[in-house]
């Protein structure tokens, strides 16, 4: 049975992903002096991990960036990539159906590797996604499969070591990867 997951306990394992992935930058390279900052998110706005939201905007370490478009923030993710910044999209599944084309051309042929939190807005906590009444939710799997992006189901706290696994598959595989936030964050 999923769980919602403390807006506290994303932001930790966001900053560490951030640090390591800074950490992993600086021992490849000769980098200059570290910026104040950890990492980005760019998030388009998303009643489904309010809480994480706006529990970033008091968070110092990181930068939020909000977006009018799933577009912008692919778009805008990318730059941050190519400028050496660690970066997360947070999305909801309505945006996910909306930046297909960006997606497909930016992350996916462009090669560029972002990382997605897709909020469930909708989610039953007493059904599979694939089973919802929600055609919003139920199709959202089988379209990240049809694009071939690798994904995972936070379904409580026991799943945030996921968060870094698929950020640094991201990395790995250059494109896009996404864990999917199964209930509204607390």
Same mark, same amino acid.
């Given at each position: ?24 930058? !600086? ?29 970033? #905007? ?14 912008? !923030? ?66 959202? #799997? ?45």
């Amino acid at each position: 049975m999923p769980e919602s997951i403390p807006a506290s306990l994303i932001i930790e394992t966001l900053k560490s992903v951030f640090r390591e992935a800074r950490s992993a930058r !600086a021992a490849e390279s000769e980098a200059g002096p570290q910026p104040g900052h950890l990492g980005w998110i760019m998030s388009v706005p998303d009643t489904h991990q309010r809480t994480v939201l706006a529990a970033l #905007e008091k968070e110092p370490s990181i930068r939020v960036l909000t977006c009018a478009t799933e577009d912008e !923030a692919n778009a805008i993710a990318a730059g941050l990539y190519i400028g050496d910044e660690p970066c997360v999209a947070m999305i909801q599944h309505a945006g996910l159906y909306a930046s297909v084309n960006t997606l497909r051309g930016v992350a996916i042929d462009g090669r560029v590797p972002i990382f997605y939190m897709i909020g469930l807005l909708h989610r039953e906590s007493d059904r599979d996604p694939s089973e919802s009444r929600h055609s919003m939710v139920r199709y959202c #799997e089988p379209l990240l499969d049809t694009f071939g992006v690798p994904h995972a189901r936070l379904e409580g706290p026991e799943d945030l070591h996921l968060i870094g696994e698929y950020y640094r598959l991201s990395r790995k595989r250059q494109g896009p990867a996404a864990v999917l936030i199964g209930l509204e964050t607390i």
